[in-house]
């Protein structure tokens, strides 16, 4: 008996080795002396980890679900970043948190949206700023990978081929469902093609698709949804006969669950902006969001479900 216990817990040990090493939690005695590029959130992380391929190794600060505007960064995040080679962030003040963090790390860092033109919010405190969402548009998305590949070329000079080939293999397909989402959200009836979300997150989404945008709130950072901006929405709702809202995988969607049951619009279903979900959810990576996101608008919107 105590012979197997002692075989347990060391198959227990192992584990946990196992799934340290897997994780960010991974120290550089793990054997992988790859570069470390840390990114802020997992959209970012994905889209690095394409253009990087398997030279470097890319992690997200932030966790699949989890808010990225409003993060607190931990003590573990400062150790963690000040072992990364590179420290990149989406920048258009997404990442609120983000210039008190990287005051603290040695890594150079590098502003993914550079050389994007911003959309301006329209509403709210925010009024006027750019809105941060960029890569809700994936033809954005061709001027973030510019900048990933020109900043890894920087890190790892001797790989910078291998990133020029994934950049452009990886725009090509940017390019594919920046034309499948325009061409499922085509199907719109005129009289359907208002976007009504939790967070104004899909000005360039919507502006892309040729959509009407309409939410409860422009920028996470104050989720609470006002009585006066939840009552807005509602007579958005009706006036313009919208027959299905939406609310995003990271933010509580019981302010628009009162739209619902004040105009009986559908609840349309869950959009992914601000985070991946986890390997096995519905958006593992950042195209599958985009996929997801306009196949539920589009099925919603047309009353076929997503
Ligand atoms: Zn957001």
Not at 22 to 47: C, E, H, K, Y
Not at 142 to 166: C, E, I
Not at 242 to 266: H, K, L, N
């Amino acid at each position: 008996m105590p012979k197997l216990l002692s075989v347990l817990s060391a198959a227990a040990a192992a584990a946990l080795l196992a799934a340290g090493c897997g994780g960010t939690g991974a120290t550089a005695s793990d054997g992988d002396d790859r570069p470390v590029v840390l990114t802020t959130f997992t959209v970012l992380a994905d889209i690095a980890a394409a253009v990087a391929g398997d030279h470097l190794r890319v992690e997200s600060i932030t966790k699949p679900g989890a808010e990225v505007h409003g993060y607190e960064p931990t003590p573990d995040d400062v150790k963690e970043a000040a072992r990364a080679d590179l420290v990149v962030d989406n920048g258009l003040g997404l990442e609120a948190w983000f210039t008190r963090f990287v005051a603290e790390v040695d890594a150079p860092h590098v502003v993914v949206s550079d050389g994007v033109h911003p959309v301006p919010i329209a509403e709210d405190a925010y009024a006027g700023k750019p809105n941060p969402h960029a890569w809700m548009s994936p033809l954005n998305v061709r001027t973030y990978v510019d900048n990933l590949v020109t900043a890894f070329s920087g890190l790892a000079p001797a790989h910078a081929g291998d990133f020029r080939a994934n950049g452009e293999r990886y725009r090509d397909e940017l390019q594919r469902v920046h034309d499948e989402l325009v061409a499922a959200l085509a199907v719109l009836p005129a009289d359907k093609r208002a976007l009504v979300t939790c967070e104004g997150a899909f000005s360039y989404l919507a502006r892309d698709a040729g959509l009407t945008e309409r939410y409860l709130w422009a920028v996470n950072a104050e989720q609470q949804a006002t009585p006066q901006q939840v009552a807005g929405v509602i007579g958005f709702v009706r006036a313009n006969a919208v027959p299905a809202v939406f609310c995003e995988s990271t933010v509580s969607d019981a302010p628009m669950r009162q739209v619902v049951a004040a105009t009986g619009a559908a609840f349309g279903g869950v959009l992914y902006v601000d985070s991946l979900s986890a390997p096995d959810g519905p958006v593992p990576t950042y195209l599958d969001l985009l996929r997801h996101d306009a196949r539920t608008i589009a099925g919603a919107l047309t009353g076929r479900a997503g």
